[in-house]
């Protein structure tokens, strides 16, 4: 199976060029994103530096960029199989901040594992900082989260009303408890102090087959186990978001109701009383992984997506060169 450790020496985020290297190369050509660099296109890739972690970063950029979306992955993912939301993000007129979580993809950190989610916050207002420090993070902020993804997005969102910092939020099959919670709750309470992983179990999160194969037996990136460190930091953070006060802020939820992941009725109704403002889209057919679901129901969902986008109250156009090839 193809091995991307050895980008894991790469340096700091910089311009994407021909030297870049051949396995950087064969990273984006593995995972579908080369043909994304077209002469319209430019792409700063490497390492962000924070306190805890190195956060594998790639920015993606058209020649005039509307704002900058930030796309947050979910768990046991990896920034390597957003291809097709990025596609839809630059197409739109986005800049597009991809990033792997700690312990995740190529970033640092005990595999899928966190101590506290509070450490997803730390990063995710690390990268922001440091990217707008560096001019790659022209606002306004839109924020797309899968999953963990979505659940990070809006704490931050919740955390901090009064910042500005979002235009808007897209949360795709959000999770705020997993499915069967009550249930698998009660075993974490019995078996989290005495066991720290359990085999990771490949459920079919997609109606397209390809990608679900490409998981369990081709994508070199995928963690093999559940850390129950992981659950209890889940655990913790539950609470917390619950006790948030609610956010104005305009907001799209994407869910599919063949979704075995999440606990997604009961968690919508949470996230209707904390986002008063959100619009709901549910899909019939769709299950978790929403940003690779089968062309078809991806091509609803993001429909859904782009009329979220035009609605927002958006400055005009940000006039500035594509990132340097």
Partial sequence: MTDFTPLQALGPIAPF??????????????????????EHVGLYVGYLETERYQLWTQVWSPRQAIGTAFVVH????????????????????????????????????????????DHYGECLRALQDQLSDRGLAPKPWLGVGQS??????????????DDGHWSGLVLLAPLVRPSGWSQS???????????????????????DSEFAAFLREQDP????????????AMRRWMPQMLALPPSQLPTLI???????????????????????????????????????????????LFAALDDFIVDLELPSQIADEPLPR
């Fill in 74 to 117: 979910g768990y046991f993912d990896h920034l390597g199989l957003y291809r097709h939301l990025l596609e839809r993000l630059l197409e739109r007129g986005w800049r597009v901040v991809l990033w792997d979580l700690p312990g995740h993809g190529l970033s640092s950190g005990r595999r899928a594992c966190i101590d506290d989610f």
């Fill in 148 to 161: 963990t993804g979505a659940a990070i997005l809006a704490t931050d969102a919740l955390s901090r009303p």
């Fill in 185 to 207: 709750s009660w075993l974490h309470l019995l078996v989290g102090p005495f066991v720290r992983t359990l085999p990771r179990r490949f459920r079919e999160n997609s109606t």
């Fill in 221 to 232: 990136l995928q963690p093999e186990h559940l850390s129950m460190i992981w659950v209890s």
């Fill in 254 to 300: 994407l869910q599919g109701e063949q979704d075995l992941t999440v606990d997604w009725e009961w968690n919508l109704s949470v996230l209707e009383r904390k986002f008063p403002n959100a619009q709901i889209h549910r899909h019939p057919e769709a299950r978790h992984h929403l940003v690779n679901e089968a062309e078809a129901i991806r091509h609803t």
């Fill in 17 to 38: 060029g021909s030297d870049a290297g051949e396995p950087l190369a064969d990273y984006l050509d593995y995972y579908g994103l080369s043909p994304l660099l077209t």
